[in-house]
């Protein structure tokens, strides 16, 4: 898998994340990182116990063998488009929620892996460039239809020789789920109250995130998805005390006065709730109050 270049779309947080990893890695090869602007030369990386350093980034003279999909969930496609990438070129998905997740791997016509991730980082503040690494967590990665387990395994492989701990499933789909109920709280209630996530854990706030949960459930059982071994809102509340300190990737888009990801994130949700007839008011408030 590294033989070609790597090629990360998107300087979000985490697209700067992965792209610097890898690039600080011996013995992986030439990673590239695009965003709005075009390619980036270099790169800022703190590491999680403070220190700084900078990176070089290459300028990709082969089609690359893997292209990381680090953009916002409603920006992947026209991302794709613009690359002007080889057909068959393998992606891994890093967005999210579940709506592009699905969409790619039906129209896309290589494979493609999807990931959920729990690492956390954020973006320094212009006119810098540099990425600040907040926690380590770890990366599942997996196709949809159980097709690719070979390349996901060699992927992780490589991320995990990178400093990103990763590893291959053959239930990402279930993954995905566990992420987007996360998402689907922290994200929502951090963006509209304007708190760390740590906040959510004390009252008020707790009473709004068990009652997110207590629908998220009942969502998910329709859907027959199981639940983490903690239960919905053990796994929120964990998550919630893991990234205590941290602003939520929705609380970071408001801030800066950016579109976030309400409909990637929010939407799958609702669209249960509607497949199983399902109310939901709570979910539907927290989709109405949070900016698009």
């Known amino acids: 898998m590294t033989a070609a270049p790597w090629l990360v779309l998107g300087a979000g947080a985490l697209g700067q994340l992965f792209a610097a990893r890898l690039a600080a890695a011996d013995d992986i090869g030439p990673i590239a990182l695009r965003g709005r602007h075009g390619l980036l030369n270099q790169l800022r990386l703190q590491e999680t116990d403070g220190s700084w350093r900078s990176l070089a980034l290459a300028s990709p003279e082969a089609p690359p063998a893997l292209v990381i999909v680090a953009t916002k969930a409603p920006d992947a496609e026209q991302a794709l488009q613009q690359a002007q990438l080889a057909p068959g070129t393998p992606l891994l998905l890093l967005q999210n929620g579940f709506s592009v997740q699905p969409r790619l791997s039906a129209q896309w016509p290589g494979p493609v892996l999807c990931a959920a991730t729990t690492e956390a980082a954020y973006r320094q503040p212009p006119p810098a460039i540099g990425v600040v690494h907040a926690a380590a967590g770890h990366t599942w990665l997996g196709d949809l239809a159980g ?78 998805v199981s639940p983490p071994a903690a239960g919905w809102q053990g796994w929120v509340s964990a998550v919630i005390e893991a990234t205590a300190g941290n602003r939520s990737s929705m609380l970071q888009d408001v801030l800066a006065g950016r579109g976030t990801e309400r409909d990637a994130i929010l939407q799958p949700l609702l669209a249960l709730a509607d497949t199983h007839a399902l109310a939901v008011p709570r979910l539907r408030a927290c989709y109405h109050a949070t900016p698009a």
């Open 147 to 224: 097709q690719h387990r070979t390349m996901a395994a060699a992927v992780a492989a490589t991320l995990t020789r990178a400093g990103l701990a990763a590893s291959a499933c053959d239930d990402i789909d279930e993954k995905l789920w566990h992420k987007l109920a996360v998402n689907a709280v922290i994200n929502p209630l951090t963006a509209r109250h304007r708190v760390l996530n740590g906040t959510l854990a004390e009252p008020p706030l707790s009473a709004e995130v068990a009652a997110l949960c207590a629908e998220i459930a009942q969502l998910m059982a329709a859907a027959k």
